[in-house]
T-cell receptor, first 115, second 113 residues
Framework: AQSVTQLGSHVSVSEGALVLLRCNYS??????LFWYVQYPNQGLQLLLK??????LVKGINGFEAEFKKSETSFHLTKPSAHMSDAAEYFC?????????????FGKGTHLIIQP | DGGITQSPKYLFRKEGQNVTLSCEQN?????MYWYRQDPGQGLRLIYY???????QKGDIAEGYSVSREKKESFPLTVTSAQKNPTAFYLC????????????FGPGTRLTVL
């Protein structure tokens, strides 16, 4: 069974500051990990994914995440926050139920950007 | 343009009525999914389908039903047995391997009056 824990339902940072959104996972099989972003009343858009290649993964909009097996973590970072980054962010894990399995999501982190 | 469409965007239902949410994709993906999103709860898997004429229950299938008669279509019916159906429903699809990206539709917001 898999699970995802996102620490902090709301994170507030100043424009230009570092963004750090935390994600810890639990998986009984080698995990594939994803970060998605959601703007109000819209679907989810993929930011980046880890599929057992490089542990540091670069995504869109300047975001990146590092897979740390020893810490079972996949934290999302961005060096300098922009007002347009304000959104809901979801970490998700895949790896069960065979090849076309669904994702298990964390509860999400709402990122607030202060001007 | 390739993508996933969901309709309608907003849907209102009276208690005791069944309602069907549409999901269509032209990405030629084998696998399709339905998720339910509630505030502060993340997304939870309702049903998924790996191939035509086959589907499996997810974590919260009670009160829902699906069909997969065509590769591009995966409609979800919310039945009167679903005790708390007011939510945001998201459809997704992917090619079929665990490493593949799931692509999401724009969602349908269902409100029970």
């Amino acid at each position: 069974a898999q699970s995802v824990t996102q620490l902090g339902s709301h994170v507030s940072v100043s424009e230009g500051a570092l963004v750090l959104l935390r994600c810890n996972y639990s998986s009984s099989v080698p995990p594939y990990l994803f970060w998605y972003v959601q703007y109000p009343n819209q679907g989810l858009q993929l930011l980046l994914k880890y599929t057992s290649a490089a542990t540091l993964v670069k995504g869109i909009n300047g975001f990146e995440a590092e897979f740390k097996k020893s810490e079972t973590s996949f934290h999302l970072t961005k060096p300098s926050a922009h007002m347009s980054d304000a959104a809901e962010y979801f970490c998700a894990v895949s790896g069960g139920r065979g090849g076309a399995d669904g994702l298990t999501f964390g509860k999400g982190t709402h990122l607030i950007i202060q001007p | 343009d390739g993508g996933i469409t969901q309709s309608p965007k907003y849907l209102f239902r009276k208690e005791g009525q069944n309602v069907t949410l549409s999901c269509e994709q032209n990405l030629n993906h084998d696998a399709m999914y339905w998720y339910r999103q509630d505030p502060g709860q993340g997304l939870r898997l309702i049903y998924y389908s790996q191939i035509v004429n086959d589907f499996q229950k997810g974590d919260i299938a009670e009160g829902y039903s699906v069909s997969r008669e065509k590769k591009e279509s995966f409609p979800l019916t919310v039945t009167s047995a679903q005790k708390n159906p007011t939510a945001f429903y998201l459809c997704a699809s992917k090619e079929g391997y665990s490493t593949d990206t799931q692509y999401f539709g724009p969602g349908t917001r269902l409100t029970v009056l």
